[in-house]
């Protein structure tokens, strides 16, 4: 079994800046792709970012330039750090990876981190 744990939400004022970390557990060999996602009320679950085990990564428009995504594969580890938070990111932050476990490939969601931005 493998899990992914998500820390680090809270609620922060608009301006502020928030780090996730997601860490991943249990029977991992290797961990392809990883990715942020998050849930806003009422809406569809959308992507954040996502970063390749080598380090390439790519994020929704209305992120650029505030969020950050990284990983440290020898602990199984990945981050978000939100930058100039705005009131439209309080969502639950999920995280999600493409794991090698034993013989089997699948993709794995934590349970998700709220983070709410007032303004």
């Known amino acids: 079994q493998v899990q992914l744990a998500e820390s680090g939400g809270g609620l922060a004022q608009a301006g502020r800046s928030l780090i996730l970390s997601c860490a991943a557990s249990g029977s991992v060999v290797s961990i392809n792709s990883m990715g942020w996602y998050r849930q806003a009320p009422g809406q569809d679950r959308e992507l954040v970012a996502t970063?390749?085990?080598?380090?390439?990564?790519d994020y929704a428009d209305s992120v650029k330039g505030r969020f950050a995504i990284s990983r440290d594969n020898a602990k199984g580890l990945m981050y978000l750090q939100m930058n100039r938070l705005k009131p439209e990111d309080t969502a639950v932050y999920y995280c999600?990876?493409?794991?090698?476990?034993?013989?089997?490939?699948?993709?794995?969601w934590g349970r998700g981190t709220q983070v709410t931005v007032s303004s």
């Open positions: 999600n990876a493409d794991v090698v476990s034993g013989p089997s490939r699948f993709v794995y």
């Open positions: 970063i390749t085990r080598t380090g390439s990564t």
